[in-house]
């Protein structure tokens, strides 16, 4: 099998599995949308199996697959930022890939740093779509910063907590799937 039809199959598989992980809700969905999920891990296991292709590719068909079956549609910039853009740009973990041949120590740092990165990023968009478009939602003497912040935060830090410690394990106990070598 060629490396591109490989590469297309196993995206197609994980990211049917993030839409899946992201209809277990562990908390939420919060008012205009967020919820503690796992849905991206798929997209980070990807990211350090294949690499950037590889993750914003899985990002970006979650993010597409998360409109169609749970979007909180309001304005058409939000649903970028809010869908594709944001989960395209957990890919990047993938510029910071451990190897399976990596001793296990530099492999957790490389994968806690790449899911920062990863996590950071969705946020990023996340607060960007809010302060553009909810800024009105904000209590009254909170900047829009500070509300889509604070409340982006709230799901986002518990999901990159409970990603990190998973595909820990996973690197740990299935380092093959992580790490495709």
Known sequence: MSNRIL??????????????????????????????????????????????????????????????FSPYLYFPLQIVLDYPLAFLLVGLAGLVRPKSKDAFGKRVTLIIVGTFIGSLLRLVSHVISGVAFFASSAPEGTSAFVYSITYNSTYIVPTFILTVILVIMLSKTAPKLIHGE
């Open 7 to 68: 590469l297309i199959s196993e995206v197609a598989i994980m990211a049917a599995l993030g839409v899946i992980l992201g209809f277990v809700k562990l908390g939420g969905p919060w008012a205009f949308g967020g919820s503690v999920s796992l849905e991206m891990v798929p997209i980070f296991i990807m990211a350090f199996r294949r690499g950037v292709a590889g993750g914003v590719l899985t990002g970006l068909m979650i993010g597409l697959l998360q409109l169609l």
